[in-house]
C-alpha cells in the first residue's frame, strides 16, 4: 500500500516547468521536459520522472554539462531520415523535434528514421516511441549513455544501460508497449534504491573481482569509480543468456554511434582526461512505421491486441494470480495514480521545498503541515 504523500499532476508540471525557467530553460521547452518527466511517474517508472529531476538535469545544467538553451541543427535530412545535432542542449526537447519530423515524414512515405548525436538524457524511451503510437504507428528507439555495463565475461564498464524500445498499436485501451535497458538492472533503479534505503538485489551488479555487489551506495560510488558495472540482460556468463543481453547492448550502442558519426562507449562518460566534467554528447535513433503502408492500422491493432489478449489468457504457473503483457502495468499504474497525483518520498519532497524557497515560488505542496 503507498504510504507516500500525493501531489497533483498538475501542481508538479506547473513547478518543474516555472523551476526549468529559472535555470534558463525556455518555457516552452520546459513544458515538454516537465512532461517527459511526468510521464514516467504516470507509467509508475519512478526512476526516470520526478526523482531526476534535479539530478540529472538541474544539477548537470548548474555544472555547465548541459545548455538549458537546445540550439539544434539538421546536419542531414532526406525525404525518409534526419541526422540532427543537439549542440548539448536538452536531449527531451531535440527528440521532441525529431519525432515529430520522422511522423510526417513515414504519413507520407510509410518510413522515416533519424538519429541525434551531441546529445544529453532523453527521458524514458518509451515517451517517443508512443508519440509514433498516438499518430497510428510504430515508433522504435534507442539511446546509449554513460558506460556502466560490463560484456559478457567482462568487468569493466564500457556501454550504457541502452535502452531498447517499441510501442505498437492496438485495439485495446492501452498499446504495446516494451521500454527497457538492456542491461538488468539501470542506473536510475540502483539510485531509487539508494534513495529508499533499500539494496539492489544479487545478481545485478559486479564489482571488478566478479563478485556481485548488493549495497545500493557502494555500488553507485564504485560505478563512479569504475570498479563495478552492470550486468547486461541474462547476467554474468553465458549460461543464463548474458550474451544475448550483450549483444542487444552492443546494437544499441552501434545504432546510437555510427548512424551519426558520433563518440561512443568509454567518450561519454562526462568526465575529461583530468576527471573534471565535460559535455555527455550522447546519441539517441528513432525509427517510425507507418501500418497504412502495409495491410493497414485497423488489420495491425485487431492482430496486435489478440496477441497479446492470447498471450494474458495463456496457462499460469501455480500461484500466479495473471500474466501481463508490455505496457500493460504502465497502463494500471496510470489508471491508479490519474486521480491522486504523483507520490513522492521524503528525499524530493526536501528538494521541492529547497527549490520552490531558492526561488520565491508561490508553492504550498500537500505534504507540508
Not at 29 to 47: K, M, N, P, T
Not at 221 to 233: E, F, I, V
Request: aromatic share 10%.
Amino acid at each position: 500500500m503507498e504510504t507516500r504523500p500525493y501531489v497533483p499532476w498538475k501542481m508538479v508540471n506547473d513547478f518543474m516547468v516555472d523551476v526549468f525557467e529559472k535555470y534558463g530553460v525556455p518555457r516552452k521547452d520546459a513544458e515538454i521536459c516537465a512532461d517527459v518527466l511526468l510521464e514516467s511517474d504516470r507509467r509508475g517508472i519512478e526512476s526516470h520522472g520526478c526523482n531526476r529531476f534535479k539530478p540529472i538535469y538541474l544539477d548537470r545544467i548548474k555544472n555547465g554539462t548541459l545548455l538549458p538553451v537546445t540550439k539544434i541543427d539538421i546536419v542531414k535530412e532526406t525525404p525518409t531520415t534526419v541526422v540532427m545535432d543537439a549542440n548539448n542542449g536538452m536531449g527531451m526537447v531535440a527528440s521532441h523535434k525529431m519525432m515529430e519530423m520522422l511522423i510526417e515524414k513515414a504519413k507520407k512515405y510509410g518510413m522515416a528514421g533519424g538519429t541525434i548525436f551531441n546529445s544529453t538524457h532523453y527521458g524514458i524511451a518509451g515517451y517517443w516511441t508512443t508519440m509514433a503510437e498516438k499518430a497510428g504507428m510504430i515508433g522504435i528507439s534507442g539511446t546509449n549513455a554513460r558506460p556502466s555495463v560490463a560484456p559478457t565475461w567482462g568487468v569493466e564498464p564500457m556501454m550504457g544501460t541502452n535502452p531498447l524500445t517499441f510501442t505498437m498499436p492496438t485495439d485495446e485501451d492501452f498499446p504495446f508497449n516494451f521500454d527497457c535497458a538492456t542491461s538488468t538492472i539501470q542506473n536510475g533503479k540502483i539510485e531509487f534504491y539508494e534513495r529508499s534505503g533499500k539494496p539492489t538485489p544479487a545478481g545485478l551488479v559486479v564489482n571488478r573481482e566478479g563478485e556481485t555487489m548488493t549495497d545500493s551506495g557502494k555500488i553507485l560510488k564504485d560505478m563512479r569509480a569504475g570498479q563495478a558495472a552492470l550486468c547486461p540482460l541474462g547476467g554474468l556468463g553465458e549460461a543464463t543468456g548474458g550474451y544475448k543481453g550483450y549483444g542487444f547492448t552492443a546494437v544499441v550502442e552501434i545504432l546510437s554511434a555510427a548512424l551519426a558519426g558520433g563518440p561512443y562507449m568509454k567518450a561519454l562518460n562526462g568526465k575529461d582526461e583530468n576527471g573534471k566534467p565535460q559535455m555527455y554528447r550522447l546519441g539517441h535513433f528513432f525509427f517510425v512505421i507507418n501500418p497504412e503502408f502495409f495491410m493497414g492500422l485497423d488489420t495491425f491493432e485487431k492482430t496486435a491486441g489478440g496477441i497479446c489478449r492470447d498471450l494474458r489468457a495463456s496457462a499460469k504457473a501455480p500461484g500466479a494470480e495473471r500474466i501481463y503483457t508490455a505496457g500493460e502495468k504502465e497502463h494500471l499504474a496510470w489508471l491508479d495514480r490519474k486521480d491522486k497525483g504523483v507520490p513522492v518520498g521524503e528525499s524530493i519532497q526536501k528538494g521541492f521545498v529547497a527549490l520552490r524557497d531558492e526561488f520565491n515560488l508561490p508553492y504550498k505542496f500537500p505534504f507540508e503541515k
